[in-house]
């Protein structure tokens, strides 16, 4: 689908006013973000080599979740976004517990991370040497993903130290519509780890900032969000088969809702 189809498809009735009135929404919202980003970079940078390890990553993570919360707010406030998160708060206590969510747009870690105030997202290795994002990412001792040797490694240190890891098992924000197929790494680390995982199914109005949506081009609004907790998986015993379980069940509740 192309992003042109696309915008068709989603694309408000609306005169130039509502649609300036989008472009500014879309600057206003990404422009919080980055200001967000950067005023915490600096503390996060000298924090980083100086404190130890246990009070730096619950300081880092306390941050990133006040932040991504404060965020949200912003775009419900001046963006005219919805946000119905609530099932999240299920899961606020837990502690060693996979998140499996599908991957339709940027904003799925930020809106997962808003609600879970232990959770640590698996990132890729740019993103973590990023400068904009990569110290903040560093002291919440975000998972880094430069290969499945690592990202078991790490993943298994954090889910024994109690953190929830959030993992996009499609690899990558969704091309096809509703689902990708799924990897065998989440199953391979649950498997290793011996923990739970949690399916959560993340849907929204609009595909904004999805694989086929640049960041430039501002999203229809109103835009909403969903988050609805799917089934519990116990520790597979076979990650194949546990593979196969998550990617039936993920793609049967999101083609439903879609129906």
């Known amino acids: 689908m192309t992003l042109r189809s696309t915008k068709r498809k989603w694309r408000r009735p609306g005169g130039w006013l509502w649609r300036a009135y989008e472009r500014l929404a879309m600057v206003a919202g990404l422009g919080t973000l980055a200001l967000l980003c950067l005023a915490w970079l600096p503390f996060a940078a000298l924090l980083y080599p100086v404190l130890p390890r246990v009070p730096a990553q619950r300081l880092g993570r ?10 949200l707010g912003v775009l419900s406030l001046v963006c005219g ?11 606020h206590r837990e502690r060693s517990l996979i998140i499996a969510a599908n991957h ?4 799925d870690a930020v809106v997962l991370v808003s609600r879970l105030p232990n959770a640590v997202c698996v990132m890729k ?8 994002f990569g110290a903040a990412a560093r002291i919440a001792r975000y998972v880094r993903n430069d290969g499945a040797a690592q990202l078991l490694k790490n993943g298994c240190q954090a889910l024994a130290e109690g953190a929830q890891v959030v993992l996009f098992p ?28 949690q399916a959560v199914l993340l849907e929204y109005s609009t595909p904004y900032l ?4 640049p960041l430039w081009a501002p999203p229809p609004l ?15 015993t076979d990650h194949l088969a546990f593979t196969e379980a998550l990617e039936q069940h993920l793609r049967a509740e999101l083609s439903s809702c879609a129906a």
Do not use: M
């Not at 999805?210 to 949506?213: A, I, L, N, R, S």
């Not at 109103?222 to 597979?236: E, H, N, V, Y």
């Open 62 to 71: 306390l941050v990133i979740t006040s932040a991504f919360r404060f965020y």
């Open 81 to 91: 976004c919805r946000f119905d998160l609530s099932a999240l708060d299920a899961l």
């Open 125 to 132: 290795a740019s993103l973590l040497d990023n400068i904009l």
């Open 104 to 107: 339709p747009s940027l904003l």
């Open 170 to 197: 499609e690899g990558s924000r969704t091309q096809r519509f509703p689902l990708d197929p799924l990897g065998r790494t989440l199953g391979l680390l649950a498997k290793r780890a011996q923990v739970p995982v």
């Open 222 to 236: 109103p835009l909403s969000c969903t988050a609805r907790l799917g089934r519990r998986f116990d520790p597979p």
């Open 210 to 213: 999805g694989k086929h949506w």
